[in-house]
C-alpha cells in the first residue's frame, strides 16, 4: 500500500466546474506538497503546506494533519487547468513521498 | 533565469555502458534531490542532498550514485545501467529542504531508454 494515496486517478470536468482533488497519507509528515505536472512533462509547485489552508488564485489547498488528509480545490475550472495533479509529502526523516496523480482533463 | 537544468533530456543507451546525467541550479540551493518517474508508479526519490558533500538514499538508491562537490551541481551517476532503469528522471532543488515554506523547483526531465 502507498503511504500516499490520491483520488481520484481521473477526473473529467467541463469548463466552469468546482474540481476537488484528495491526498491522504499514512505516515508522519513535515510538510504537504501539492504538484502540477504539465501535458509536455514539466512539473512545477503549487503549494506547499503544513497546517490550514492556502489559496493562489483560483487554487485553494487545505490539510488537516489530525486526519491525515489534504485536499486540492479548482474554482471555474478551464481547460488549461488540464494536467496531473501530485501530492508530495516530507516525511519526519526527510524522504519525500509522492502520490500516483490526478489526471484532470477539463473540456470546453 | 533561475531554473534547474539537466542534460541531457533524451538518451538511449545499453546495457552496462556507464552513464551520467548532470544537474545544476543557479539558484544557490542548499537542498537538490533525484527522483524516477515510471508508469504507475508516479514519482520515486532515488537520493537527495541536503548541503554540499552530504548526501542521502532516498527511497529507490540501487544501481544509482550521486555526488555533491558543489552547492550548484548534483550529477546522476549510473555506473552499469540495466533495462528496468528506463524511465523519466527529475532533478530538483530547494533553497533547504522541501517544507511549508521552501518550494521545490524542477528541472525539465531526462527520459532514459536502456537497451
Known amino acids: 500500500k502507498n503511504e500516499v494515496e490520491q483520488s481520484p486517478q481521473n477526473l473529467t470536468a467541463q469548463e466552469g466546474e468546482f474540481i476537488t482533488i484528495n491526498c491522504s497519507y499514512s505516515v508522519g509528515i513535515s510538510a504537504l506538497h501539492w504538484l502540477q505536472q504539465h501535458p509536455g512533462g514539466g512539473i512545477v509547485s503549487l503549494f506547499m503546506l503544513s497546517s490550514g489552508k492556502k489559496k493562489h488564485g483560483r487554487l485553494i489547498a487545505t490539510i488537516n494533519i489530525q486526519e491525515k488528509h489534504s485536499s486540492l480545490h479548482i474554482t471555474a475550472s478551464h481547460p488549461r487547468d488540464s494536467a496531473v495533479y501530485i501530492c508530495?509529502?516530507?516525511?519526519?526523516?526527510?524522504?519525500?513521498?509522492f502520490g500516483a496523480g490526478t489526471r484532470l482533463t477539463v473540456k470546453p | 533565469e533561475a531554473q534547474v537544468t539537466q542534460n541531457p533530456r533524451y538518451l538511449i543507451t545499453v546495457t552496462g555502458k556507464k552513464l551520467t546525467v548532470t544537474c545544476s541550479q543557479n539558484?544557490?540551493?542548499?537542498?537538490m534531490s533525484w527522483y524516477r518517474q515510471d508508469p504507475g508508479l508516479g514519482l520515486r526519490q532515488i537520493y537527495y542532498?541536503?548541503?554540499?558533500?552530504?548526501?542521502d538514499k532516498g527511497d529507490v538508491p540501487e544501481g544509482y550514485k550521486v555526488s555533491r562537490k558543489e552547492k550548484r551541481n548534483f550529477p546522476l551517476i549510473l555506473e552499469s545501467p540495466s533495462p528496468n532503469q528506463t524511465s523519466l528522471y527529475f532533478c530538483?532543488?530547494?533553497?533547504?529542504?522541501?517544507?511549508?515554506?521552501?518550494?521545490?523547483?524542477f528541472g525539465p526531465g531526462t527520459r532514459l531508454t536502456v537497451l
Open positions: 530538483a532543488s530547494s533553497l533547504v529542504a522541501p517544507s511549508s515554506y521552501n518550494e521545490q523547483f
Open positions: 539558484m544557490n540551493h542548499e537542498y
Open positions: 508530495a509529502v516530507r516525511e519526519e526523516d526527510n524522504d519525500m513521498r
Open positions: 542532498s541536503m548541503n554540499v558533500e552530504v548526501t
